[in-house]
Nanobody, 119 residues
């Protein structure tokens, strides 16, 4: 199982970036997908989630600015980030969570992609 995140980079405050996370076909459709982030010296925090059925949820700090979406045909989850702020600077990780059966739950992490927002 693989999660391959991409799309990070350096952007000025107020700008936009779109992160992508390509997942293995074997798990994608059954998984709830999420984006987390971790800034230097801070704990990893949840940014946004999307269920297998498309229901979304966001951290208060990104509501109205970030949009999570998924393309089941491409086995990819996206995070569109608009109106970026310096405090959004972090390494962003994608996450897949689900179950193969009642007693076989799983959770996988991508390798992280770095986002730097300059003021």
């Amino acid at each position: 199982v693989q999660l391959q995140a991409s799309g990070g980079g350096l952007v000025q405050a107020g700008g936009s970036l779109r992160l992508s996370c390509a997942a293995s076909r074997s798990i994608f459709r059954r998984s709830a997908m999420a984006w987390y982030r971790q800034a230097p010296g801070k704990q990893r925090e949840l940014v946004a989630t999307i269920s297998s059925g498309g229901r979304t949820n966001y951290a208060d700090s990104v509501k109205g600015r970030f949009t999570i979406s998924r393309d089941n045909a491409e086995n990819t989850v996206y995070l569109q980030m608009n109106s970026l702020k310096p405090e959004d600077t972090s390494v962003y990780y994608c996450n897949a969570k689900g179950s193969y059966s009642i007693e076989a739950e799983y959770e996988y992490w991508g390798q992280g992609t770095e986002v730097t927002v300059s003021s």
